[in-house]
C-alpha cells in the first residue's frame, strides 16, 4: 500500500514539474517600458527639450543646451516613437536602424554631438500656429503630437495638457507630447 501511494505520489510530481517546465518563464521576457510613463519620468526644463539622437538616447537639455537627464531606447521604442512623432517616419526608421543605446558609454551620453537644429533655447517662445491651437470646445483627444514646439514650454502654450518638446535629427521641429 505505501509502495502504492509513493508511486501516485511521485507520478503526481512528475506531471506537475513536466507541466510547469512547458510554462514559458515570466521572468526571462523582459516586459515593454511605457514610453509616456518613461517620458514624464525625465528631469525637464520647462526652457529645455527632448531630443532622440541617432546613438538611441532619449536626452533631456535644459535651456542652455546641457544634458540633465536621459533614457537609452531598445529598437521597438524608438521605431514607437518614429510612427508617433514624425512625417517622416520612414526616414527616422532608417535613421535609428542601427541604433544600439546599450553600447553608449557615459562621456559620450552626457558630452554629445552639439544638436543639428539647435537654436538659442533661451529666445523667446514660438508663436502658435493658429491651426495648431487646441479647441477648447472640441472633444479632448490626448494627441499632442499634432502640435510643432522648439522647448517644452512652447507645448503648454498651445494646449495645457502637452509638456514635452521632443526632437529628433530629420525634423527642424519638435513635437509635443503629454
Same mark, same amino acid.
Given at each position: 500500500?505505501?509502495?502504492?501511494?509513493?508511486? %501516485?505520489?511521485?507520478?503526481?510530481?512528475?506531471?506537475?514539474?513536466?507541466?510547469?517546465?512547458?510554462?514559458?518563464?515570466?521572468? @526571462?521576457?523582459?516586459?515593454?517600458?511605457?514610453?509616456?510613463?518613461?517620458?514624464?519620468?525625465?528631469?525637464?526644463?520647462?526652457?529645455? !527639450?527632448? /531630443? %532622440?539622437?541617432?546613438?538611441?538616447?532619449?536626452?533631456?537639455?535644459?535651456?542652455?543646451?546641457?544634458?540633465?537627464?536621459?533614457?537609452?531606447?531598445?529598437?521597438?521604442?524608438?521605431?514607437?516613437?518614429?510612427?508617433?512623432?514624425?512625417?517622416?517616419?520612414?526616414? !527616422? %526608421?532608417?535613421?535609428? *536602424?542601427?541604433? +544600439?543605446?546599450?553600447?553608449?558609454? *557615459?562621456?559620450? %551620453?552626457?558630452?554629445?554631438?552639439?544638436?543639428?537644429?539647435?537654436?538659442?533655447?533661451?529666445?523667446?517662445?514660438?508663436?502658435?500656429?493658429? =491651426?495648431?491651437?487646441?479647441?477648447?470646445?472640441?472633444?479632448?483627444? +490626448? +494627441?499632442?503630437?499634432?502640435? $510643432?514646439? @522648439?522647448? @517644452?514650454?512652447?507645448?503648454?502654450?498651445?494646449?495645457?495638457?502637452?509638456? /514635452?518638446?521632443? @526632437?529628433?535629427?530629420?525634423?527642424?521641429? $519638435?513635437?509635443? =507630447?503629454?
Amino acid at each position: 500500500m505505501r509502495c502504492f501511494v509513493y508511486l %501516485i505520489a511521485s507520478a503526481c510530481i512528475n506531471v506537475i514539474l513536466s507541466v510547469t517546465a512547458l510554462e514559458p518563464s515570466k521572468e @526571462h521576457q523582459p516586459t515593454p517600458r511605457d514610453l509616456q510613463q518613461l517620458v514624464n519620468n525625465l528631469r525637464a526644463d520647462p526652457n529645455g !527639450l527632448f /531630443h %532622440i539622437g541617432n546613438d538611441g538616447i532619449l536626452r533631456s537639455y535644459d535651456k542652455d543646451n546641457n544634458v540633465i537627464d536621459y533614457a537609452r531606447l531598445d529598437s521597438a521604442e524608438l521605431k514607437s516613437l518614429a510612427k508617433r512623432y514624425s512625417k517622416d517616419e520612414e526616414n !527616422l %526608421i532608417a535613421l535609428w *536602424e542601427n541604433a +544600439d543605446s546599450a553600447i553608449i558609454d *557615459e562621456a559620450q %551620453i552626457w558630452s554629445p554631438e552639439p544638436l543639428k537644429n539647435s537654436m538659442s533655447l533661451s529666445a523667446s517662445a514660438v508663436s502658435p500656429n493658429v =491651426d495648431q491651437l487646441a479647441n477648447v470646445l472640441a472633444p479632448r483627444i +490626448d +494627441d499632442c503630437s499634432r502640435l $510643432g514646439c @522648439h522647448r @517644452h514650454i512652447d507645448c503648454e502654450v498651445q494646449d495645457p495638457n502637452c509638456h /514635452h518638446c521632443i @526632437h529628433d535629427d530629420v525634423n527642424f521641429f $519638435g513635437k509635443c =507630447d503629454l
